[in-house]
């Protein structure tokens, strides 16, 4: 970040001065815009010192500013509010801005010429300004990428494709890991009859892909790709040069700036520099400063540990079913698509050990009997660890195909055995076909309880159901719908909801997020009774957003851990949180998060998180990222 005068002079003193500079920007672009109150200035940028002291530092950085910037540029109104008078000033930022505002998508990018504040580290500020600096950073990137991509819909719609392919080109510039925009610049190239392009994009971003995460393009972006080269015949001429030539002739103009007034010289402020980044992917060191400070934290971050790389799976999966059997430290991954073939179902029982740090090994699991569940994806699973049996309901045999209602169990072996499948019958009124459900198993009363789901298509489903088994074989039971009186409320009915069981009280523990809204957590409780009843628990400071957050409860019951989530401006996290939930409702619950390093597992949601009794530690498995899918494995002791 620097400071230059309208003469291209820079002012290196107000540039060395990073405080003083960011409290510039902070004036310049806060929002809303115009005065600013000293208290809360005084707060952002000298938390540390006594109310009196911090005004008193506030003070003396506002008489320097005056002398950096012309004493007509720093206004006050009464004796608490200041701001800048921005007639003498530009800012890139506010320039990128206006050219959104003014529907010049082109503009606003070229004026884009890096994050906000990038590389900017500012000693001895609050979080809020920190965050701010986060929150504005995605913010510009994510409004200019949304500007691009509409304008090239619009220039598209026009029949203008050379001109849609400049502005989709340079949306796949600024976000090289959007998948969605590189399709629609696919689409583009196409059109056109330049198959070059559009198989150099695919290309660039199945590589960028690969090289940052380890994953493959989705089957949705796959499938595009195959299906508009089969389109064109590959024996006829393509339009090589065609994008080339729109870019080259469409370059946005220089611009000339009004005149500059008389006065104070106009200070442009830089605010905008080095290469683009999408914010959202890796923890800055702005982010990880103010974890640290963060009331209630250890001092040092914790580390996770990896376990399994994306690259080290024997197969990559989208939507399989995970249990951890906490007695031998191992994962069982069932079934799923594979994500180079969305179409064909993966029929296979691998079993990851080595969670505990020795050697990891990944092995596929021999499986027998008179009849096998057939291949499918996002079914639920849970683990009986008295007999080592897991259960596995429902789940989708295709994209496009209905879900299933039927119940098998895997029986348990040893490490070298074949372990066998028996299709466990069902009696009376069941759950309604589905998939991705929640499925658990209490030991103590010997059944299963499984909540929610989709039924493969558009309807969402928030009721729970209870199956007794008839004896310890486990072969039958019958199930029964829990019925739930919502006289005093009950969770609202969000597709994004995380959902945990508590063995310890056998109660149904739901996470339910909200657009804007912090994160309600109930519970349900008395299951067994004529009518059960949702409670809400009253949390602090509990995270806003956080659609599908990965959750697992503690044994005791007084603890979840939750993972990641992404907000309603789809902003994906890595945030690791403790929920400390006591064995009364009523006394409420406090979320805390946790502080790691940034070396870790990506930003991601609906992974699948378990808790290792044997360890005390937390496993981490798979997850999503946008249209990603991943399979890696991490693990963390808190």
């Known amino acids: 970040m620097e400071a230059i005068a309208a003469d291209d002079r820079p002012l290196d003193d107000l540039s060395r001065h990073t405080?003083?500079?960011?409290?510039?920007?902070?004036?310049?672009?806060?929002?809303?815009?115009g005065f600013h109150r000293r208290d809360k200035l005084a707060a952002l940028f000298w938390p540390e010192l006594p109310d009196e002291r911090a005004r008193a530092a506030l003070r003396t950085t506002l008489s320097r500013l005056r002398d950096d910037l012309g004493a007509d540029l720093v206004v006050t109104r009464s004796a608490e509010e200041v701001a800048l008078d921005m007639s003498g000033l530009s800012c890139d930022a506010l320039a990128v801005e206006a050219a959104l505002a003014a529907g010049d998508a082109l503009g606003a990018a070229e004026r884009l010429v890096g994050p906000f504040l990038d590389?900017?580290?500012?000693?001895?500020?609050?979080?809020?300004?920190?965050?701010?600096v986060d929150e504005e950073r995605t913010r510009l990137h994510r409004e200019v990428v949304q500007a691009l991509v509409q304008a090239a819909h619009r220039e598209r719609?026009?029949?203008?494709?050379?001109?849609?392919?400049?502005?989709?080109?340079?949306?796949?510039?600024?976000a090289p890991l959007d998948e969605a925009v590189a399709r629609l610049a696919i689409q583009l190239h196409v059109a056109v009859g330049d198959r070059g392009s559009a198989s150099r994009i695919y290309d660039r971003l199945r590589d960028k892909l690969a090289r940052e995460f380890g994953i493959a393009p989705s089957a949705e972006t796959a499938s595009v790709v195959e299906a508009l080269e089969r389109s064109v015949p590959r024996g006829v001429p393509t339009a090589a040069g065609r994008s080339e030539r729109a870019l080259r002739d469409s370059r946005p103009?220089?611009?000339?700036?009004?005149?500059?007034?008389?006065?104070?010289?106009?200070?442009?402020?830089?605010v905008l520099v080095g290469g683009a980044a999408i914010a959202t992917m890796l923890a800055t060191a702005l982010t990880m400063t103010a974890l640290r400070r963060r009331e209630g934290l250890a001092a040092s971050p914790l580390a996770w540990q990896p376990v399994a790389s994306h690259h080290g799976t024997p197969l990559h999966l989208i939507g399989p079913s995970v249990v951890l059997d906490s007695a031998e430290d191992a994962l069982l991954v069932m079934f799923g698509t594979e994500t180079m073939h969305p179409q064909r179902l993966n029929g296979r029982v691998m079993r990851l050990v080595g969670l505990r740090g020795e050697s990891m090994t990944w092995t596929t699991v021999e499986t027998e009997g008179d009849r096998f569940p057939a291949p499918r994806w996002l079914a639920a699973a849970t683990l009986d660890p008295t007999r080592?049996?897991?259960?596995?309901?429902?789940?989708?045999?295709?994209?496009?195909?209905?879900?299933?209602?039927?119940?098998?169990?895997l029986g348990g072996a040893g490490p070298s055995q074949a372990r066998r499948w028996h299709q466990v019958a069902q009696r009376g009124p069941r759950p309604s076909a589905r998939a991705s459900h929640r499925l658990a198993f209490d030991a103590a009363t010997n059944r299963l309880l499984l909540h929610g789901g989709n039924d493969c298509f558009t309807v969402h489903m928030h009721d729970t159901w209870i199956f007794a088994f008839d004896d310890s074989t486990q072969r039958s039971g019958e199930w029964r719908l829990v019925a739930v009186d919502s006289t005093d409320g009950a969770p609202p009915q969000s597709a994004g909801a995380a959902v945990a069981f508590d063995p310890a009280r056998a109660r149904l523990i739901r996470i339910v997020p909200g657009a804007g809204l912090r994160a309600t957590l109930w519970t349900l409780r008395d299951l067994n009774a004529a009518a059960a009843k949702w409670q809400r628990v009253d949390c602090l400071d509990a995270p806003t957003s956080h659609f599908g957050l990965a959750v697992a409860v503690e044994p005791s019951g007084e603890v979840l851990w939750a993972f990641g989530g992404y907000d309603d401006d789809s902003r994906y996290s890595r945030d690791v949180w403790r929920i400390d939930l006591g064995r009364d409702e009523r006394a409420g619950c406090r979320w805390t998060r946790l502080l790691t390093d940034d070396y870790g597992p990506p930003a991601r949601s609906d992974a699948t998180l378990a808790?290792?009794?044997?360890?005390?530690?937390?496993?981490?498995?798979?997850?999503?990222?946008?249209?990603?899918?991943?399979?890696?494995?991490?693990r963390l002791t808190p």
């Not at 580290?121 to 809020?128: F, I, K, M, T």
């Not at 080592?388 to 169990?409: E, I, K």
């Not at 937390?618 to 399979?631: R, Y």
């Open 19 to 33: 405080k003083r500079l960011a409290l510039v920007v902070y004036l310049a672009c806060a929002r809303p815009r």
């Open 119 to 132: 590389g900017v580290h500012v000693d001895g500020v609050a979080e809020a300004f920190e965050s701010w």
């Open 157 to 174: 719609d026009a029949g203008r494709l050379d001109a849609a392919i400049v502005r989709a080109e340079r949306a796949t510039a600024l």
């Open 253 to 270: 103009t220089s611009v000339v700036t009004d005149a500059m007034p008389e006065g104070p010289a106009r200070l442009s402020l830089a």
């Open 388 to 409: 080592d049996r897991v259960f596995l309901h429902g789940g989708a045999f295709g994209s496009t195909s209905p879900c299933s209602s039927d119940l098998w169990m």
């Open 611 to 634: 808790w290792s009794g044997s360890t005390r530690a937390l496993v981490l498995f798979g997850g999503a990222f946008q249209t990603n899918s991943l399979n890696d494995v991490w």
